[in-house]
């Protein structure tokens, strides 16, 4: 049975993960996108604060090569206690 998306493997697909402002959040991010996927350039890893400084925003752009290994990213990154929110 094949795997119904939206999507056609492989593509790029920004990882997107909400915390609180603090200095390793984004290697945090960096670190759980890199186990499961490349990530396709350094310079395709943007951090924008939020308006008060209180939190921060980290999108990694990615290689993705299925829904599974999006599946696992976003799972990953769920669980983890500093990450607030996903998209």
Do not use: W
Not at 50 to 59: A, C, L, M, P, Q
């Amino acid at each position: 049975m094949k795997e119904e998306t939206f999507f056609e493997f492989p593509c790029q697909f920004p990882v997107k993960a909400m915390g609180k402002a603090d200095l390793k959040f984004d290697l945090l991010v960096l670190e759980i996108v890199r186990r499961h996927s490349t990530v396709i350039d350094g310079q395709e890893i943007k951090v924008r604060p939020s308006k008060d400084g209180n939190y921060v925003s980290v999108t990694v752009l990615i290689e993705a090569t299925s829904k599974k290994q999006l599946d696992a990213i976003y799972q990953e990154l769920h669980d983890h206690p500093l990450v607030l929110m996903t998209l």
